[in-house]
């Protein structure tokens, strides 16, 4: 084969930003997903394209059970849709074993289209309907109550239904971590959570079945799930004490960190990031040394989302443009932009070409296609010269793109699934101009004439 010529560059030496790992003259390059060739798939499915692989999703939930399994007996992992509800994507979770955490209707509705019984749903979220509730109560969803208005429209729900709703209230606490996250739920240090526990322990036709949290996501040390699962273990013991009552689970909530890059971030994400077992290992060492009956454990859920998936989404992109700003400096223009990576804002996600012979990297600014300033995918990473039409991947992009993308000037595309014997399977169709035709409508004065 002809090798591709290549533009001479003249760049100026300068010392920039001392790394500890030196500078690197080489990029991977990453020409196939699970043994599926990157060319192969655009040909197939088309340009920019999600991919996700059911084998990294099976393999990375097996890790997390397993470091939780071997440290404590009862462990139960809920998938927590807002991160990734693909049906095909959710459907391999609760395969693996998992139950369903929801914080809107929307998504309980989803997670009953997708076969999950009513009473393997955690229901949380500060915006639940009457309506809504009422649905749970009837399904034997557990309600992980956000607020006292939420209590109050429970109380009052169940004060005249025949089945008896089976709730958890959400805790925020100081956990070391600044600042607070004390958006949600009921607060353990002002009294709080003892007021609406006291509450929900006067009423009939409700059973207090455990207790929730989530302290923070992307949380970068374990030592806060620590503090955390310490001071609901306590709650849980003083509530056995005060009502003879005993809950039958702690639920720690999300929030473990990814293997991806924060901005602003020194060391790159997966050198950071902690394992599942430093996790399993804070939470479970405070819950086993609180001092519960060992026959009164609570089960522990855990609704892990990021971590879970991150690893295992790709997106496949195509170089539309090169160019060079005003001051030198090199640009790419690609066929993906923030609206489809909406974690870009606050990740510096590792770029790979799907192809390259170059031996030269070039301090680069990787553009999307958005007609709009803030559609910057990197602002700097050290490049090889592409061509348009050469295809780049974006790694480590399960969590949250899929469910926080924008329609914006462009159509979301083709989602495809490898599944563990590498076959593929379009799992979301790329929208179309009709699927927004079918969502608009005109006022009959507004009707186009036919020309
Ligand atoms: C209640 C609840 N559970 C679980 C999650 C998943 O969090 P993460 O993706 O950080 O693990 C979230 C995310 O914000 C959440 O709000």
Redesign the pocket.
Known sequence: MKERYEKPVISRINAGIPDKFGMSSRIRQVSSINNVPVQQIVEQYGSPCFVISEQTIRNTYKDAYRAFSTRYPKVQFAW?Y??NYLDAVCQVFHNEGSWA?V?SIFEYEKALANGVPGNRILF?GPEKSADDLIKAVQNGSYIHIDHFDELYTLIGITQNADKTAKVAIRINMDTGVYPKWDRFGFNLENGEAWNAITRIMMQDKMELVGLHT?IG??MMTPDPYGVAAAKMSKLMIDIENRFNHTLTYIDL????ASKNTLKGAYLPGKDTCPSFDQYADAITNAIISSGIDIDKLPTLFL?????LIDDAGYLIGSVKANKRLSDGRKSLVIDIGVNNLFTSFWYNHDIFPAFTESKVLEDTTIYGPLCMNIDIIREAILFPPLEPGDNVVIERIG?YNMTQWLQFITLRPNIVLIDTKGQMHLIRKQETIDTFKAQEQYPEHLKPKEI
């Open positions: 927590s807002k991160t955490e914080v949380n989530h996501t992307y909530g999300g929030g473990f609704e892990t989302g990021r971590a969590a």
